[in-house]
């Protein structure tokens, strides 16, 4: 199937489509001054766990895509090409990818710690103990819990 759009009407598609979801990370991590979601979304740009996820293993991976692509041309100068875009691409993931996770593990003390993992991450909240809600739905007084969900869902699931 060929494109009915010229190549600058799909690159200017393209680039809409990653500006609403930039936009939407953004937006996730900063309307609250809770860093939390500072650090979740942080995390969704470079993953020290697994750094072939995220948006700049996205990023990395088209360049690299493009560093593949680009040496089929037959030039002279595509060497220099090549050697340019394949510094674009580590710096992309390891240089920026580093800064971002040193950022991380200099946050880390001030997430919030779960209360049954012992770990502090992102998306650990204060809500209402999930087993003595379970358990005594109409009592008013639960107590108040720091819990990430998979320790949420296992509290509940003890009652």
């Not at 600058?8 to 393209?14: F, L, M, P, R």
């Not at 900063?30 to 990023?59: C, F, K, M, W």
């Not at 691409?89 to 997430?111: C, F, K, N, V």
Request: proline share 6%.
């Amino acid at each position: 199937m060929t494109s009915r759009l010229t190549l600058q009407q799909e690159i200017d598609a393209a680039i809409a489509i990653v500006r609403v979801g930039l936009d939407r990370l953004r937006d996730a991590a900063t309307r609250s001054e809770d860093i939390a979601p500072h650090a979740a979304v942080l995390g969704a740009l470079y993953d020290s766990q697994a750094p072939d996820n995220g948006v700049l293993a996205a990023v990395g991976d088209i360049i690299g895509t493009f560093t593949v692509s680009i040496t089929e041309v037959d030039d002279e100068r595509i060497d220099q090409v090549v050697e340019l875009l394949d510094e674009a691409q580590a710096h992309a993931q390891d240089s920026t990818g580093d800064r971002i996770r040193r950022a991380l593990e200099t946050m880390a003390p001030l997430l919030p710690r779960c209360g049954g993992c012992g770990q502090q991450k992102p998306d650990v909240k204060a809500i209402k103990d999930p087993f003595t809600e379970a358990l005594y739905p109409e009592a008013t007084d639960h107590e108040t819990v720091h819990l990430c969900p998979p320790c949420a869902t296992a509290r509940f699931e003890e009652s």
